[in-house]
């Protein structure tokens, strides 16, 4: 198939949503499958501010339309509800295009949270957008009940592998010298995070940051006492992971969490509130600890066993996760109308 693929924040931004996305078109293509990805890259742009990494894109409808008109599209997906989403939804919808779209993160609680908009008003664009499409994708069986319960009406499971062949334990030294045990937290360093839960906690050991983001100058004020890596990738991150003894994950807002996978794939539990994400990826298995009382889920962590954490990762596949994705695509054009927006 052709597959064009619709995204804001692709590929300038270091976040679980573009490695997702990075990932899935490799596979897609490996399979195969044609794909264009149409992001803010593709038009005149502008950072966000507060989040110089992240690109916003200016009237981008005029040449979305050039873009997907010449592509001539077997399928179109549309990852996230920004200004390139809206533009290609809005193509498809002028011309009874059928299309797909995914519910990948809280943009509407990011937004509600950073500039004091109603969480109603947000909610509601968040139902139109995604009830004009065939299908949205979520990424658990918990996101799917909280996207019925906010009324997006047809829902389907597009699931998430690891890359082990990239993240598996490894011998590190990196945090040699450092006080155990060392509790690693990786992604974007923002006010949605709730790092600074984490970085108040009276632990013994060592509290290390892996990320770059708009707080970070912020917390470094607050909490000089702890360890402050900025981004890293590749090998380096696998390091990190190998080289901690838990990692922890703050956040109440994240609808998955690649990060939790990446963790276990390289032998470190988690720890965690029980919410949507961490709750999905840990379940009953004994590789991670969730309680709304972090510090207690931090030393649960602690006492598990890395082989299992290990062994629960590879039950995450990508081959599984990309034909999640190949199958909940619909053809562009059917005979039926396009939903009515609710």
């Not at 989403?85 to 809005?90: E, I, K, N, Y």
């Not at 109603?118 to 009940?145: E, I, Y």
């Not at 009953?284 to 030393?299: K, R, S």
């Not at 999640?324 to 609710?342: C, N």
């Amino acid at each position: 198939m052709k597959i064009l693929i619709a995204t804001d924040t692709y590929p300038q931004q270091l976040n679980g949503v573009s490695r997702v996305l990075d990932k899935t078109e490799k596979e897609l293509m490996a399979r195969g499958h044609e794909v264009r990805i149409v992001s803010a890259d593709d038009f005149t742009n502008f950072p966000w501010p507060g989040y110089k990494e992240v690109k916003i894109a200016v009237f981008p409808g005029g040449k979305a339309a050039k873009i997907i008109e010449s592509f001539s599209p077997d399928a179109i997906h549309i990852m996230s509800e920004g200004p390139v989403g809206w533009a290609v939804r809005g193509y498809c919808k002028r011309n009874n295009l059928r299309f797909t779209t995914s519910w990948l993160s809280r943009l509407s609680e990011y937004v509600s949270i950073r500039y004091k908009v109603p969480l109603k008003w947000l909610h509601g664009l968040l139902r139109r957008f995604h009830n004009s499409a065939a299908q949205t994708m979520v990424t658990t069986d918990g996101m799917a009940a909280e996207a019925r319960a906010l009324g997006i009406a047809r829902v389907t499971r597009w699931r998430r592998g690891v890359e082990l062949e990239k993240f598996r334990p490894v011998e590190a030294k990196i945090f040699e010298g450092l006080t155990r045990p060392v509790m690693l937290n990786v992604g974007r360093v923002a006010v949605e995070k709730s790092l600074e839960k984490f970085l108040s906690l009276e632990l013994p050991g060592t509290k290390v940051i892996v990320g770059d983001g708009p707080q970070l100058n912020e917390l470094k004020r607050k909490f000089p006492q702890a360890v402050y890596l900025g981004i890293k990738e590749g090998e380096a991150l696998t390091e990190c992971y190998s080289a901690a003894d838990v990692f922890v994950f703050p956040s109440i807002t994240d609808t998955f969490g690649l990060v939790n996978l990446e963790s276990l794939a390289c032998g470190l539990p988690v720890a965690a509130y029980p919410v949507t994400g961490p709750k999905d990826i840990i379940g009953n298995a004994p590789v991670g600890a969730l309680d709304n009382n972090l510090q207690l889920a931090i030393e649960k962590a602690l006492l598990l066993d890395p082989a299992d954490c290990v062994a629960h990762a590879r039950t995450y596949s990508w081959d599984v996760a990309t034909e999640d994705f190949i199958s909940s695509l619909v053809p562009v054009s059917a005979v039926e109308a396009l939903p009515v927006d609710v």
